[in-house]
């Protein structure tokens, strides 16, 4: 069972509030490969990144640095009510650059799991609860107060809230999977254009397949191909946004045979087709900065 609470976007930032009793392998996001906040409201999840572990039960939030997403893993747990909060890089920089904070050297230090207390956990619900009712309305006020909400989350946390995660213990067995399917995420994150085929995957690691789909989807929340297609559509973006290239030679570049797949792959995890996404980027880029920008 999924229950979507809330889901809704404003200029820079994805919001998306879930309830789920299990895991599934579908996500419910905007952006993907963004910066990203995890805020656990009830249940639990596992975070790993390399060799360690971490439990995220009620009141744990998580800050995950995109530089290091594919090391890192939320994943786990039968029964979870989490906030997950998706920001672009630009409006990091931007609303970094407004208030005098490295936003991005944030997520760099505070890449990692930290625990509420009670009191703190009020604080974070009042901020959830202002994201949920501003983020996509159409009120004069709604976007700023949304953002406004973020950063005194992150602000809140570097000035004390919260303490760092321990690491957990796993059984040898499951951290040795974790380990294979990290190596394996490793080398689609390098070589996304070029794999053809689970079954190439499988030889270049001496695996059977069935088992390496397994691992990796019990591992990463992921299916093999789906990990694939994220990892193409996040360097489909950086190809729309800093070159010339046509639709066809993104396509092309990528390993899409199909400009039409490409179109409904890209779609898919961005919300949007890729002439659409080219064309708000080079509108963002006209557009100097300024405060109603952020």
């Known amino acids: 069972m999924k229950e979507l609470v809330f889901s809704g976007t404003c200029r820079g930032i994805g919001v998306s509030h879930i309830i789920r009793d299990c895991d599934f392998t579908e996500t419910t996001g905007y952006y993907r490969n963004e910066y990203q906040i995890h805020y656990i409201c009830e249940g639990e999840r596992f975070f790993f990144i390399s060799q360690r572990g971490y439990k995220m039960v009620r009141g744990a939030i998580a800050f995950i640095d995109k530089r290091q997403i594919p090391t890192t893993n939320v994943v786990g747990g039968k029964f979870h009510n989490r906030l997950l909060i998706e920001l672009e890089e630009s409006w990091l920089l931007s609303m970094g650059e407004a208030v005098g904070f490295d936003l991005l050297r944030f997520f760099q230090d505070y890449h990692g799991v930290f625990l509420l207390n009670e009191e703190e956990q009020k604080y974070m619900q009042k ?8 983020v996509g309305k159409e009120g004069e006020f709604c976007e700023a107060q949304a953002k406004i909400a973020v ?144």
């Open 127 to 134: 901020n959830i609860s202002v994201l949920e009712n501003s």
């Open 151 to 294: 950063i005194q989350m992150i602000l809140r946390v570097c000035a004390g809230m919260g303490v760092r995660a321990p690491e957990c213990r796993f059984p040898q067995e499951k951290m040795m999977r974790y380990m294979k399917v990290h190596d394996i995420t490793d080398y689609i994150v390098g070589h996304c254009e070029e794999i053809s085929s689970l079954d190439e995957l499988a030889r270049l690691f001496y695996i059977d397949k069935s088992y390496l789909s397994r691992i990796f989807k019990e591992v990463t929340n992921f299916t093999v191909n789906e990990f694939i297609n994220c990892q193409r559509i996040g360097k489909a973006r950086l190809l729309l946004a800093e070159t010339e290239k046509t639709m066809e030679e993104v396509a092309k570049e990528l390993g899409y045979d199909s400009l039409a797949y490409f179109d409904r792959v890209f779609k898919k995890y961005t919300d949007m087709t890729p002439l659409q996404y080219r064309k708000m980027k080079k509108k963002n880029n006209r557009n100097p900065f300024t405060f109603t920008q952020l």
